[in-house]
């Protein structure tokens, strides 16, 4: 069965460091989403994609963050200068459509700055 | 996009079914109901969703209102491994396909 994975499974980093998180979605899938879950809380959406470029954000989605698709398979979030707020789980999504099909999520990156 | 209430938690005995309630008062007339769940911090679960009939598949069934105010997931034989948080989710359609994951309910199955 097709899957989203996602690399590393966890990743540690110091204040302040650059971390890419990468992703595999599903390949005919068109739409991507990027999601975290701070420990605890509840999983919070930051940024869909869609045709090369972003079609929705939240307002966690700042300046510090950033996608890309760089080739036809992955799907990375960068945060350029992690604080310690940003620890968290995150989660990519696919899907094929919109809001009208499931989205498929991968088992996360844990993030931890320290 | 339209709020979902769910029971914060419910138990289930295993073997038995599980009805799992949502109430979506508010739902726009094309907004899909979709149930996802989340196993101990893993990566949320695609369940089920529908629009307005009733849809079965293999892991359960979603049975919506007629006037789609509310819905119910229904886990047919729970197995120890159905213990999740399960999150009932309005999709609105001019989201671009975002879910917005409220508390969920807490399900735990126990022999």
């Known amino acids: 069965e097709p899957e989203v994975t996602q690399t590393p499974s966890h990743q540690v980093t110091q204040m302040g460091q650059e971390v890419i998180l990468r992703c595999v979605p599903i390949s005919n899938h068109l739409y991507f989403y990027w999601y975290r879950q701070i420990l605890g809380q509840k999983v919070e959406f930051l940024v869909s994609?869609?045709?090369?470029?972003?079609?929705?954000k939240s307002e966690i989605f700042d300046d510090q963050f950033s996608v890309e698709r760089p080739d036809g398979s992955n799907f990375t979030l960068k945060i350029r200068s992690t604080k310690l707020e940003d620890s968290a789980m995150y989660f990519c999504?696919?899907?094929?459509?919109?809001?009208?099909?499931?989205?498929?999520f991968g088992q996360g990156t844990r993030l931890t700055v320290v | 996009d339209a709020k979902t209430t769910q029971p914060p938690s419910m138990d289930c005995a295993e073997g038995r079914a599980a009805n799992l309630p949502c109430n979506h008062s508010?739902?726009?007339?094309?907004?899909?109901v979709y149930w996802y769940r989340q196993i101990h911090s893993q990566g949320p679960q695609y369940i089920i969703h529908?629009?307005?009939n009733n849809e079965t598949n293999e892991m359960a069934s979603l049975i919506i209102t007629e006037d789609r105010k509310s819905s119910t997931l229904i886990l047919p034989h729970a197995t120890l491994r159905d213990t999740a948080v399960y999150y009932c989710?309005?999709?609105?359609?001019?989201?671009?396909?975002?879910?917005?994951f409220g508390a969920g309910t807490q399900v735990v199955v126990t022999p």
């Open positions: 994609f869609y045709n090369n470029e972003i079609s929705e």
């Open positions: 508010t739902i726009s007339g094309n907004e899909y």
């Open positions: 989710i309005v999709r609105a359609t001019d989201s671009w396909g975002k879910l917005q």
């Open positions: 999504a696919s899907s094929a459509r919109g809001w009208d099909t499931e989205a498929f």
């Open positions: 529908g629009l307005k």
